[in-house]
């Protein structure tokens, strides 16, 4: 079946990277654009970054602009979010969400992986 | 603040209809960009309720349903059951930001 597993989170200070993973399986990889979507403690979904199915599109909410980086690793079936500069306020549970559609971009997020928590604090 | 305008929350009976509103503007509904709907139970992942405007995808029950005219979509619930209440947010396209908007949810309490 069709599945994404975040991992990757953790705690760390401010100023400081991570890296969160995706693995994805169940379908293909390629066919499909994937975002990241993070929701802190309480309070709403917020889209975070997305990329398209090809890869050659990669888009970026302003709040991470600059700090932020998504990429996809086709042969590993992978998608990453690299986190730079890491800030107090990124402090959320970060989630990959596929388009539910082939070959389109936002056409609706399904799947949602578990989620994973990334928590900046010194 | 939010670039989609939900109001925070909404209740109803079992058994009951209910409506959720959904106010974009001109670089985000209102320029044409599809409304999609997702359904929050407490410490769960989102899931995705309705996709373009209208669609549900396989498995979602046909109580639920979707609308959009001009800058605004809605979501309708009919027949209120206990276990629908969550939290909703609808989503889109907004032109001059270059990405993906969510409204900021709506807490569905059933009475």
């Known amino acids: 079946q069709v599945q994404l597993v975040e991992s990757g989170g953790g705690v760390v200070q401010p100023g400081r990277s991570l890296r969160l993973s995706c693995a994805a399986s169940?379908?293909?990889?390629?066919?499909?654009?994937m975002h990241w979507v993070r929701q802190a403690p309480g309070k709403g979904l917020e889209w975070v970054a997305g990329?398209?199915?090809?890869?050659?599109?990669?888009y970026y909410a302003d709040s991470v602009k600059g700090r932020f980086t998504i990429s996809g690793d086709n042969s590993k079936n992978t998608l990453y979010l690299q986190m730079n500069s890491l800030r107090a306020e990124d402090t959320a549970t970060y989630y990959c969400?596929?388009?539910?559609?082939?070959?389109?971009?936002?056409?609706?997020?399904?799947?949602w992986g578990q989620g994973t928590l990334v928590t900046v604090s010194s | 603040q939010s670039v989609l305008t939900q109001p925070p929350s909404v209740s109803g009976a079992p058994g009951q209809r209910v409506t959720i509103s959904c106010t974009g503007s001109?670089?985000?509904?209102?320029?044409?960009?599809?409304v999609h709907w997702y359904q929050q139970l407490p410490g769960t992942a989102p899931k995705l309720l309705i996709y373009?405007?209208?669609n549900r995808p396989s498995g979602v029950p046909d109580r639920f349903s979707g609308s959009k005219s001009g800058t605004s979509a809605s979501l309708a619930i009919t027949g209120l059951q206990a276990e629908d209440e969550a939290d909703y947010y609808c989503?889109?396209?907004?032109?001059?930001?270059?990405?993906?908007?969510f409204g900021g949810g709506t807490k569905l309490t059933v009475l």
């Open positions: 990329i398209s199915y090809d890869g050659n599109n990669k």
């Open positions: 969400a596929r388009d539910l559609l082939a070959f389109r971009y936002s056409s609706g997020l399904d799947p």
């Open positions: 989503q889109s396209h907004d032109s001059s930001l270059s990405g993906v908007v």
């Open positions: 001109s670089s985000n509904i209102g320029a044409g960009y599809d």
């Open positions: 373009d405007n209208t």
């Open positions: 169940g379908f293909t990889f390629s066919n499909y654009a």
